[in-house]
């Protein structure tokens, strides 16, 4: 039941201010900063300024002050005493900088994902934010896409438990609360599937596809209670998702029962013009309208049409008070007609940014997010005495912050070269050829560079090689074609090998990146993506072995960039190769594996796993069963991953698909059993068409194991 003073609120606007309180602008165009002449930006949006009085929300205030100013502002102009809802970008952290989201998906350790979303809630709060713009649900198989960075990976079962546990870390039970903050999830629907992973790119997915992968995530925020949702750039069945009745009514609260906020992404309303399936602005507000659509974020088509739409008898004004009833709801459940403040607090803000506590959170998911790729003969962990060498570009660089860094600070931030000398004072590390991350790109002569670094390290067997992508070329817009180091990069490493050098390379960056010959060239090689404020301590507790690595990977690392797209829950097809040996008209490359350099679900520890014993375990309940065992003398965690298989249905399903996963904490020798109950959800599809999965009898194959690609399993018929 709608409340009566909102019903009275929005019996009094009129259609422009209304349509105002529909849109979306950033702060420049609310005349806060004294020096910006707004008049110049309004003109461009044909807004004047008495529309600005009724604007609903505002992108981007990350600044406790400030908000306080434009709040106090707002609400002496606005003559129903409106608040502003204040709308940012807080991905990874606001100002402790937790891990990029993929790498967070890689602890598989969902309390550290809630834990980060906790801290960044909490300065969120004080900072004056209402909404986060996070978490990002889309599925993501293809690394040249930039924004990989942002997602939590390939899988939809892993993404879903993502997204549930950052919600509920953001929103706790209510996000009216003292520290928490709404979210609004994104983007709806597949914008991780742009083609050719060129950003804004189209997207062409099968309806069954879209259900099966991506939607499941979407759907998983909105249970998990998320207050609004944001649409994506691109076309779902050739219709932009801004403008797309099916998913915004009949799947988003139609189907799934959404009755929160949906926000387009920024300009999108604008760019269905582009797209194609509007003639202008005044067609693009109509569709938008429409479709479902509340909030405009940063066009201004509304405000400058809907008026003339609805007296045209184009538009329903019933429908346009729908959506300003819904953000005055919004407003209402924040908490802001009571207090248009909430916790924005410029002293507790200080108080809380960066405090000790937040910045232990931030190294304890950094190291969890570390995924060692290969450790041959032990050469990891490392001794914290003797000598060792250290190069590359972010060998000493504190530009590790990876795309949405909110307000994260390089001099904050710990390189890996401070890390290593805080854990070990007494180990010599040789540094050589550090620092310039320019070298992280193609061009340049570093013949002389690299001679010295050898020539430096003359006195070291070993050497920390630390390289990567160039931290401004992931996240958003940064699509790429090839994957590679670049070639300064590569002639460094392939030198120190030659020099006969025990390598262990450790990899900055916000993708998958082409690993084939690093592999080759290293005894060890690190995963360490761009990891927040605590970077480099966090890779020495894992080089030293004071933190034993559980990081697994969220998303498949291909040999190369010719292989993609490659995820492990593919369909078998009719021709499936049955060993790398066989290329006799099968499905497979003549010059590549099929297989991915690291599958999904792959990691290493110190510690070894061993399973066995896989079994039914009991047939009423439909619990199966795996011991797992640690073959080790050190003490270790190990993500147990089940995987189920539907040999046969009336579509094809994949030939694996992550169902449910478990972090256990194995002492050396120690060996324990682990369950899993089979449910109807987990074995359920949807089938050719229709919009209900359905469960089919048959058999199906049940896999235990480390990753993907390393599983022990059994068939059993299930009916
Ligand atoms: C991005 C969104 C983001 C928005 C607001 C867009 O360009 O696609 O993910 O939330 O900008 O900053």
Redesign the pocket.
């Known amino acids: 039941m709608t409340k009566p003073f909102i019903l009275d609120l929005v019996k009094r606007m009129s259609l422009r201010e209304k349509a105002a309180q529909l849109t979306q602008l950033t702060p420049l165009y609310f005349g806060l900063d004294d020096d910006v002449d707004v008049t110049g930006p309004l003109g461009e949006k044909k807004l004047n300024a008495e529309d600005i009085k009724h604007i609903g929300s505002v992108?981007?205030v990350y600044d406790a002050a400030k908000f306080m100013k434009l709040q106090r502002k707002h609400l002496q102009e606005n003559p129903y005493g409106i608040p502003l809802l204040n709308m940012c970008?807080v991905t990874h952290g606001l100002r402790t900088i937790f891990p990029i989201p993929l790498a967070m998906a890689c602890s598989w350790d969902m309390e550290a994902v809630r834990q980060s979303a906790v801290v960044a809630a909490r300065e969120s709060a004080y900072m004056g934010i209402h909404i986060t713009?996070s978490p990002?649900g889309d599925v993501v198989r293809d690394p040249r896409w930039g924004r990989v960075m942002e997602s939590p990976g390939e899988d939809t079962h892993l993404g879903s438990r993502f997204v549930e546990q950052m919600i509920a870390g953001y929103q706790g039970d209510d996000p009216r609360q003292p520290e928490r903050v709404g979210v609004c999830f994104?983007?709806l629907a597949g914008y991780g599937a742009a083609e050719g992973g060129r950003d804004y790119n189209t997207v062409d997915l099968s309806r069954g596809v879209l259900r099966e992968y991506h939607l499941p995530i979407y759907y998983a925020a909105v249970c998990a209670g998320a207050v609004m949702a944001?649409t994506s750039?691109n076309t779902i069945e050739r219709v932009p998702a801004t403008v797309n009745r099916w998913l915004l009514r009949d799947v988003l609260r139609g189907e799934w029962g959404f009755d929160g906020v949906v926000v387009s992404?920024?300009n999108a309303v604008d760019e269905v013009i582009a797209h194609g399936v509007a003639a202008d602005g005044r067609e693009a507000a109509a569709k938008s309208v429409a479709a479902g659509l509340d909030i405009e974020?940063m066009s201004t088509h509304y405000l400058n049409e809907l008026d003339k739409l609805v007296a045209a008898n184009q538009a329903d004004e019933a429908r346009i008070d729908e959506s300003v009833i819904r953000v005055l709801e919004l407003k209402d459940n924040l908490g802001l007609f009571d207090n248009p403040y909430k916790d924005c607090d410029p002293i507790k803000s200080e108080e809380v940014n960066l405090c000790p506590t937040h910045r232990q959170a931030a190294r304890e998911v950094a190291r969890k997010s570390i995924v060692l790729l290969k450790n041959d003969d032990g050469v990891l962990p490392l001794s914290k005495r003797g000598t060792i060498g250290l190069v590359g570009p972010f060998a000493e660089s504190t530009k590790v912050l990876g795309g949405w860094w909110a307000l994260g600070q390089e001099e904050e931030w710990v390189s890996l070269n401070e890390g290593l000398r805080k854990a070990a004072p007494r180990l010599e590390i040789l540094a050589a050829m550090t620092g310039e991350l320019a070298r992280t790109r193609n061009g340049g002569d570093v013949a002389d560079e690299v001679a010295y670094a050898l020539y430096k390290l003359h006195p070291c067997d070993t050497v920390l090689v630390a390289v990567g992508e160039h931290p401004e070329d992931t996240g958003?817009a940064c699509s790429k074609t090839s994957l590679q180091l670049s070639s300064n990069q590569r002639k460094l490493i392939q030198a120190l090998s030659e020099a006969g050098k025990k390598i262990i390379t450790i990899i900055f960056s916000g993708r998958p990146l082409e690993l084939a010959e690093v592999h080759a060239r290293s005894h060890a090689v690190v995963q360490a993506w761009f990891l927040g404020n605590e970077s480099g301590n966090a890779l020495a507790d894992v080089l030293f072995g004071d933190y034993n690595p559980s990081g697994r990977l969220a998303m498949s690392f291909p040999r190369s960039v010719g292989q993609i797209p490659v995820y492990y829950n593919r369909l078998n097809t009719g021709r499936p190769q049955k060993s790398e040996a066989d290329h006799d008209f099968v499905s497979c490359y003549l010059d590549s594996a099929n297989a991915p350099l690291y599958p999904f679900g792959y990691g290493l520890s110190y510690a070894r796993f061993e399973y066995s014993g896989l079994k039914l375990a009991d047939e009423q309940s439909l619990t199966v069963a795996v011991q797992v065992e640690n073959i080790s003398d050190v003490d270790g965690i190990e993500t147990v991953q089940w995987y189920i298989r539907d040999i046969a249905a009336s579509v094809s399903r994949p030939v694996k698909e992550l169902k449910h996963f478990e972090q256990v904490s194995l002492s050396a020798g120690e060996k324990k059993t682990l369950h899993m109950k089979l449910t109807n959800e987990m074995l359920a599809f949807y089938p050719e068409t229709g919009s209900e999965k359905a469960f089919e009898q048959g058999l199906f194959e049940i896999m235990a194991g480390s990753h993907s690609e390393s599983l022990t399993s059994i068939t059993i018929f299930l009916k």
């Open positions: 992108l981007g970008d713009y990002m994104k983007h944001m750039f992404d920024f974020m958003e």
